[in-house]
């Protein structure tokens, strides 16, 4: 009788371990949902950069860029990379793009934002924070930024006031005389819609 007793409650051990080993293993191989990427609107967005220089101002636009934004289950923002090539950034005076390319180097340079911390207050109002590349040299970007969230379409702008001297760029001068500002403003609007998730 004792033998039995000693046998029942090894099988119960047995049968509890393997009860919660199986409930560890569902627990741990339940399934997430996966990001999802905002498809941009392109009529919608853009990339602005104003540019006060001696006696005129003018504005560049990047009419060309990769930018994905990915968006988790909870419908937050996880972070964001932006993609660009100088060559794309157009700012209506042919002769003056020229000159731009020049003084960045010459032939096709490219840059990129590549977003590390998104806070935000719940009526979208917050901080974003990343690394800004171009002509070689990285450094964080602090900036105010608005994103609203409305039916599956996301709104997101923001601007922020560089030195482009902190990338190892000299100010910029045209015959001796006229020179560009070292501080330009970057302005942003990205309109981008949440594909449906594959469970819809």
């Known amino acids: 009788m ?3 007793m000693k046998a029942l409650r090894l099988l119960a051990l047995v049968a509890g371990f393997s009860l919660g080993a199986l409930s560890t293993a569902t627990a741990t191989t339940s399934p997430v949902a996966p990001d999802r990427t905002l498809k941009i609107d392109r009529s919608k967005s853009y990339v602005d950069i104003d540019v006060e220089a001696t006696l005129h101002k003018f504005t560049g636009r990047l009419e060309r860029y990769e930018l994905t934004i990915p968006v988790d289950a909870s419908g937050k923002i996880k972070d964001a990379l932006l993609k660009f090539k100088f060559t794309d950034l157009k700012t209506g005076n042919g002769e003056r793009d020229e000159a731009m390319l020049h003084w960045l180097g010459g032939g096709t340079p490219e840059g990129s934002f590549d977003l590390g911390l998104l806070a ?3 009526d979208g109002q917050g901080q974003a924070s990343g690394k800004l590349m171009f002509n070689g040299q990285t450094h964080l970007v602090e900036l105010p930024v608005n994103v609203r969230a409305q039916d ?3 709104t997101i702008t923001g601007q922020a006031t560089i030195d482009y001297r902190n990338w190892g760029l000299k ?3 045209k015959f001796g005389v006229a020179k560009v500002d070292p501080e330009v ?3 942003f609007q990205f309109v981008g819609d949440l594909p449906p998730s594959p469970e819809e």
Do not use: A, K
């Open 2 to 4: 004792l033998r039995r």
């Open 120 to 122: 935000l207050t719940p």
């Open 152 to 154: 599956g379409t996301y």
């Open 171 to 173: 100010i910029f001068r």
């Open 185 to 187: 403003t970057v302005r």
